[in-house]
């Protein structure tokens, strides 16, 4: 269970996060919108504990994530490429964060091979730089490694962005198994509405920083959302 209190994200007199109120249970999959500009990527960044929040608090199992470190263990995230080893080729950051997990050679094959469709062809065995490589397989490779030791829950800050189509449905297919096999509570922010409404069962709309929509009717998410989005 994730619970955010009171939160509030203020640089210098703009407030540009304000939720008094948000928890996202357990196995759910979260769903992220809003305009340029609403909030997205910096709520996922406090609740991270990236960035420090002005007020308020963010629980991620029981845990305050500015006060503890034991979230971090359950907890997976690509949210940019500033969290990969850029220095390093995809197999030598993978073999890093086996170390680093603790995972024996059996594990970390087995998990690469659910990427098998995903990586198509262009990310291991390539020798080919992190920084070197394309914005889509970039992302693939974030993707790959924020599922990387069994986490309990995964933050996704625009996951469909940079992916070709075929890339795009096939990641969609992973999460979905990956939810349905290991129940991650998945969150996830997107500008595609399509793709969000899609595998999401809940999606929370930012607006200048505030909560103003919380849909969890499968069936009215998109027609809701596309007449936001109209204007
Ligand atoms: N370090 C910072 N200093 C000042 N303002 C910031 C800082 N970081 C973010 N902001 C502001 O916070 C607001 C929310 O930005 P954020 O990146 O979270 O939005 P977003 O919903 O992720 O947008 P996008 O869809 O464009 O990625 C914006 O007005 C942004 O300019």
Not at 14 to 29: G, K, M, T
Not at 89 to 112: C, I, R, W
Not at 119 to 147: M, P, Q, T
């Amino acid at each position: 269970m994730i619970q955010v209190s009171n939160l509030k994200k203020q640089y210098k007199e703009a407030v540009v996060l304000d939720v008094p109120q948000l928890e996202i249970p357990n196995s759910e999959c979260f769903g992220l919108v809003g305009n340029n500009g609403a909030g997205k990527t910096t709520l996922f960044r406090v609740m991270l504990d990236l960035v420090r929040a002005t007020e308020g608090s963010v629980f991620i199992n029981e845990q305050d994530v500015s006060k503890s470190e034991d979230w971090k263990k359950s907890t997976g995230a690509f949210l940019d490429e500033h969290m990969l080893l850029a220095y390093l080729t995809p197999d030598e950051y993978f073999k890093t964060l086996m170390k680093v997990y603790g995972l024996s050679e059996a594990d970390l094959q087995n998990h690469l091979d659910k990427f098998t469709d995903l990586f198509n062809e262009e990310i291991l065995g390539k020798k080919k730089y992190i920084r070197d490589l394309s914005k889509g397989n970039l992302k693939k490779v974030g993707i790959a490694a924020a599922l990387m030791g069994n986490p309990e829950v995964v933050f996704l800050d625009e996951p469909f962005e940079n992916l070709d189509p075929s890339s795009q449905i096939r990641l969609k297919k992973l999460i979905l198994e990956e939810k349905e096999k290991s129940n991650v509570t998945f969150l996830i922010s997107s500008h595609d509405l399509n793709h969000v409404t899609e595998i999401c069962d809940r999606i929370v709309l930012l607006e200048k920083g505030k909560i103003i929509n919380d849909l969890r009717d499968k069936s009215a998410m998109m027609q809701e959302l596309d007449s936001y989005f109209k204007g």
